[in-house]
């Protein structure tokens, strides 16, 4: 079994390879609860990503199974254990200024250009057709294989929570969702609402202009790329607009100003990245925030803008909340400001995910921010909160996974942690296992999001490889 030539059986399926990924890239599978129906609970999208996959599985033999239309799974093989590939095929929103259709999965310049295509419809079709080489050789297996198809994985989670409610825990099992070599330990990640309470304020005086409206972000897990502001201007806008100018120029940002009844609207631009590490983006609604604290605005919008700014501009690390971590594991604890919002009638609010080092207790750094929030009159809603994930290294899994990547790639394979949240953490021995390979640039979440070719075909490779001695 050794002299197996895992990329030549890849390679003689690359064209139906290409073909499935660029299929499951053209489904549009964003979160629309707004449009669920009780057999799509997640919207249309997301059930038709699923049904493609388990159709697929179903006529190439496997065994397939829907979860109450929140997940999925596909099985071959025998035995009690279960090796899983945790995968999902839901995408986050597809957000501005891509190049090509984000859901045409256009291939140019030896690449997929899709949202989803590496985070993480494109490495599910790698290690699906993994699966089916495995499958398709007839190897003698000790364990059943089961890819486990989530569909809320860029939200809530529901699809997983749901779906080991009513199915059993494999036994050990990677998620093709995040770098390569091997993540053995992730981040804690906390979601959270810090929403400003209503109370006296002090009357501000000489008020250059009252915020209407501020909006800016979708997703706790994504920097917003954009951020719009409505304004009424007390004197002549003239003073604020070449505020405005010189701030765009000053920080070599886009954007624009009109009027529009009566009201100025301020549009900037950002860049998106994923909220594991806010460093990777510009943050539209906190640029806006930074911008705003320079006028002289109404008292209860001040009072946001103020605390905005002054506790998250320009810091990503929570040394202004005063809950600043880090360990060797996993380096230092991250916030992301994904969405901030303000009306007249709510008052401000903005969203944040937290992810923390796995040495860190959450709990305590809660008390911290409650104490903080409450001084500030603010306070916190919506909390959840996924707890850290880390597998020892001399793990079967992941000895197993070293050798395979050691084989497969010629190159010492480094064990790494990362401030996403996988599958992986799922199981208690589990780990993210690729498709980013050392030196690609992690594009996900971003605009013109791709996966090159030759690293979906390489990937499967090793999924293969890693699915028959992880279950021989």
Not at 26 to 53: R, T, Y
Not at 96 to 120: H, L, N, Q, V, Y
Not at 319 to 338: C, Q, R, S, Y
Request: with cysteine; glycine share 8%.
């Amino acid at each position: 079994m050794n002299v197996l030539d895992w990329n030549k059986e890849v390679n003689n399926r690359k064209e139906s390879l290409i073909k499935d990924a660029q299929a499951l890239l053209q489904i549009k599978s964003v979160l629309d609860e707004e449009n669920a129906k009780e057999d799509a609970p997640l919207g249309q999208g997301v059930k038709e990503a699923l049904d493609f996959m388990l159709t697929l599985g179903e006529k190439d033999g496997f065994t397939a199974k829907n979860v109450g239309n929140l997940a999925g799974h596909l099985e071959f093989g025998e035995g009690d254990e279960i090796v899983g590939i945790l995968c999902h095929v839901d995408v986050v929103p597809e957000g501005d200024g891509w190049s090509s259709d984000p859901f045409g999965a256009e291939i140019r310049d030896g690449k997929i250009f899709a949202r989803g295509a590496i985070d993480d419809k494109g490495p599910t079709m790698a290690a699906y057709y993994a699966m089916k080489i495995v499958k398709e050789l007839d190897l003698p297996l000790s364990k059943r294989v089961r890819m486990i198809i989530g569909t809320d994985e860029e939200s809530n989670w529901r699809c997983v929570d749901h779906y080991f409610k009513h199915e059993e825990m494999p036994t050990l099992g990677f998620a093709p969702d995040a770098d390569f070599p091997i993540i053995y330990a992730e981040k804690g990640i906390s979601d959270f609402d810090i929403v400003q309470l209503k109370k006296e304020q002090k009357e501000v005086i000489n008020v250059q202009a009252e915020v209407n409206s501020f909006h800016s972000g979708l997703r706790y897990n994504m920097v917003p790329d954009f951020a719009k502001a409505s304004l009424l201007i007390h004197f002549e806008p003239t003073e604020i607009v070449q505020k405005y100018s010189d701030f765009l120029r000053d920080g070599d940002l886009e954007g624009k100003y009109y009027m529009d009844n009566g009201m100025l609207i301020l549009e900037l631009q950002g860049v998106s990245a994923h909220g594991l590490e806010p460093e990777n983006g510009k943050n539209a609604g906190l640029l806006m925030a930074n911008f705003l604290a320079g006028i002289q605005l109404d008292a209860e919008s001040q009072h946001f803008i103020t605390f905005t700014n002054q506790y998250f501009c320009g810091d990503s690390r929570g040394k202004k909340l005063g809950i600043a971590f880090e360990d060797h594991i996993t380096g230092e604890l991250t916030v992301n400001v994904g969405k901030l919002s303000y009306t007249k009638e709510d008052g401000g609010r903005l969203g944040l995910t937290v992810r923390y080092p796995v040495t860190n207790e959450m709990d305590h750094t809660k008390e911290k921010l409650d104490q903080l929030l409450e001084e500030n009159h603010f306070t916190i809603e919506n909390f959840s909160d996924s707890k850290p994930h880390h597998v020892a290294e001399d793990d079967f899994l992941i000895q197993t996974l070293k050798k395979v990547y050691q084989l497969q790639t010629g190159e010492e394979p480094e064990l790494l942690s990362i401030g996403g949240g996988t599958y992986a953490r799922s199981l208690k021995s589990g780990v993210a296992f690729g498709p980013l390979f050392p030196g690609r640039e992690d594009i996900a979440h971003q605009k013109d999001e791709y996966m090159y070719i030759e690293d979906l075909v390489k990937a499967t490779a090793i999924y293969a490889h890693a699915i028959f001695e992880l279950a021989k």
